[in-house]
């Protein structure tokens, strides 16, 4: 986790909800803006990373708390790619 | 006295069943419809070698003879001795028996098995029951493996196994299967290739050790898988004492006869299947990157298999959409989580590195149609975000 990011806190929800709370927030952001997402669904590890290439955003952080069961992954938001 | 379970109703029933509406069968990958020579042959060998081919009678006598010209049809077909073709029970089967038995015959050489990360979850899985240390070797987005770190993997420590499989069912995408065979035969590494999503769609060639193939994939009826194991590879039988060594019991006569037949007919007329799906696969590819919003056709676009194509819907519940375009008649796949019996998502799209939410996976029959893909193609982007509007999923 990234000390100046936003949480989107998407923890106990299923796939693909962890990414459509981040998309949300994503939307609304700043361009160069960093949020991370917290995600309980192990499926958020790999669909994050996805979610931000195909929308053109920066991962710049991932972790893994074993204890928690929680993924946290950073993205940064860059200028959004007109609606498909 | 009354007998207070109620009676099962019967399997069968003379009435006709009540007129369904139109189906599209397009998840046809390891489970295609029964070829119309696969259900000749079954019926013809169920007529003729029903019996034991164990037994030393007439009828045994038949029914071995039926096994024996199965296993003479698939030798030829995939260019092996008769007495290298094994039939036992299901592919999952054989590729575990595959993992199994050459783990226990290398012991010796090494506890390590080298693999790719998109290979399937029986061979991974059997690696792991088997004590072995199964390295992943990573693949590109694209689901092939670099033949090159594959061979970086085999010199690390001493390997007792390869696997490969010739084409990745679930994305389509080929593997080099010829220059990492060079590299086991090289190290004296037996190579287990999947040919399980490749016989009868492309030619699988020489480049193998230990082959898996799948009847159910061609067209035949279940009960069946094939294990083809080159003489000179290593092995040692896993289980108990038992005329066939490698799948204790022996086959079902009537299921490796159908195999057997049904590959026969697949491969007489498979460039024509192959022409005409791959153009199919090509439309999907096109239409469904143009007309979805927020979606990635995933797999490599022309090294890949001709009836197999894959995409991945942003912000899409992949067991919802499942669901919506069943109703709308279209059976489809999904490598999505939540549309599998485990919770985990596919560990295909997850070492691709593409979206394992909102997963689609088309296998095109031999039999599709052009209409049916269309009619599939048309109701697609609707059934899309029905999904993403019953998430809230809107705008993104």
Sequence with gaps: MTEDAAVVDARGLRCPLPVIRLAAAARDAAPGARLTVLATDPAAEHDVPAWARMRGHVVVGSGYDQAAGTWSLTVEVRDRPPAA | ?396
């Design chain 2, 1 to 396: 006295m009354t007998d207070p379970t109620p009676s099962p109703a019967p399997l069968t029933t003379a009435d006709a069943p009540a007129a369904a509406p139109a189906r599209a069968w397009l998840d046809a990958s390891g489970a295609a419809r029964v070829h119309p020579v696969a259900r000749r042959a079954f019926e013809q060998a169920l007529d003729d070698g029903w019996a034991d081919p164990r037994r030393l009678s007439t009828e045994g006598r038949r029914a071995r003879a039926l096994l024996d010209a199965a296993r003479e049809s698939l030798a030829a077909a995939v260019g092996a001795r008769t007495e290298e073709v094994h039939v036992g029970p299901s592919h999952t089967a054989a590729l575990h028996a595959a993992v199994l038995g050459t783990a226990a015959g290398r012991r010796r050489v090494g506890t390590r098995a080298v693999a790719s990360a998109v290979e399937r979850a029986a061979v991974l899985h059997a690696g792991e029951h088997a004590g072995l240390d199964v390295v992943r070797v990573p693949v590109a987005r694209t689901g092939a493996v670099d033949p090159d770190a594959f061979t970086a993997a085999l010199d690390d420590v001493p390997t007792a196994l390869a696997a490969l499989q010739h084409a990745n069912g679930e994305v389509g995408t080929l593997q080099p299967t010829d220059a990492v065979h060079a590299a086991t035969t090289a190290r004296g590494v037996p190579l287990l290739v999947d040919g399980g999503a490749s016989i009868g769609h492309v030619d699988v060639g020489p480049a193998w050790d230990l082959l898996a193939l799948d009847p159910r994939d061609w067209g035949s009826v279940p009960g069946a898988g094939l294990l083809v194991v080159r003489r000179g590879v290593r092995w040692r039988p896993v289980a108990p004492e038992d005329e066939d060594r490698w799948f204790p019991g022996g086959p079902s006569v009537p299921a490796a006869f159908a195999a057997a037949a049904s590959l026969e007919a697949v491969l007489a007329d498979r460039a024509e299947a192959d022409r005409r799906r791959r153009a199919l696969v090509d439309r999907v590819r096109a239409r469904v990157a143009a007309e979805v919003p927020d979606v990635e056709v995933v797999g490599d676009p022309d090294a890949r298999l001709p009836h197999v194509v894959t995409f991945s819907c942003l912000y899409v519940d992949g067991e919802a959409l499942v669901t919506e375009l069943d109703r709308a008649g279209f059976a489809v796949g999904s490598g999505s989580a939540c549309t599998s019996s485990s919770l985990e998502p596919s560990h295909v799209l997850a070492a691709m590195g593409v979206l394992t939410h909102g997963n689609v996976r088309l296998g095109l029959d031999r039999d599709v149609t052009a209409e049916d893909v269309d009619r599939f193609l048309a109701v697609l982007p609707g059934a899309v975000a029905r999904v993403r509007a019953m998430l809230g999923a809107q705008a993104l």
